[in-house]
């Protein structure tokens, strides 16, 4: 049961263009939600992240979208860089459950062309 | 620079053989988690512990995989046996509570 989606497996834009990555949910329970970017050979870090009482988060070129109706999300990077070239992996945790527990969608490989 | 750290960076086996797989979370961190990097699943949890305690081991095949921290610097991860299907990238993370998560650079697992 995949209580985390991203059904893009993969995404090509231009330098220079905006690039939208998508998730969907189906936990109701769900509240808090993250985005990490991984390089090969590397472990995920940390992008950004938004709470369930937002429906926006901006940090520099990165912008999250919150639709809490539609349990989806999606993030914004615009421009675009060749450096952004990455797995991008959609999270999200239930912050009444106290555990801290991530639960991590499929990933979705953004590449950037110069 | 607190890292999360994890041994072996690589390992190549063979099926029926015994795998142990560690991890040091960050100083200060409470919570472990291990999680497996496959293609269809993408991040997929294993175990996790808060405090040293096992929480949640439900995604783990109980019959060969186990997870254990036996003090508050090292956390385990082992198969036994080992079989092909167990090949991918198993990560360990820590964090605080409620928050995001910092990974170590995984551990690559293939059986022959």
């Known amino acids: 049961d995949q209580q985390v989606k991203q059904n893009s497996p993969s995404l090509s834009v231009q330098e220079g263009r905006i690039s939208i990555l998508n998730c969907d949910y189906t936990n109701s329970m769900f509240d808090y939600f993250l985005w990490y970017k991984k390089y090969p050979a590397e472990g995920p870090t940390f992008l950004i992240s938004i709470s369930s009482i937002k429906d926006k988060n901006e940090d520099g070129r990165f912008t999250v979208f919150l639709n809490k109706s539609a349990k989806h999300l999606s993030l914004h990077i615009v421009p675009s860089q060749p450096g952004d070239s990455a797995v991008y992996f959609c999270?999200?945790?239930?912050?009444?459950?106290?555990?801290?527990?991530?639960?991590f969608g499929q990933g979705t490989t953004l590449q950037v062309k110069p | 620079d607190a890292r999360v750290t994890q041994t072996p960076r690589d390992k190549v086996t063979e099926m029926g053989q015994e795998v142990t797989m560690r991890c040091q979370p960050i100083l200060g961190h409470n919570t472990v988690f291990w999680y497996r990097q496959t293609m269809m699943q993408g991040l997929e949890l294993l175990a996790y512990f808060r405090n040293r305690a096992p929480l949640d081991d439900s995604g783990m095949p109980k019959d060969r995989f186990s997870a254990e921290m036996p003090d508050a610097t090292l956390a385990t991860l082992k198969i036994q046996p080992s079989e092909p299907r167990d090949s991918a990238v198993y990560f360990c993370a820590s964090g605080r509570r409620f928050g995001e998560l910092f990974f170590g650079e995984g551990s690559r697992l293939t059986v022959l």
């Open positions: 999270a999200a945790t239930a912050v009444s459950s106290n555990t801290g527990k991530l639960i």
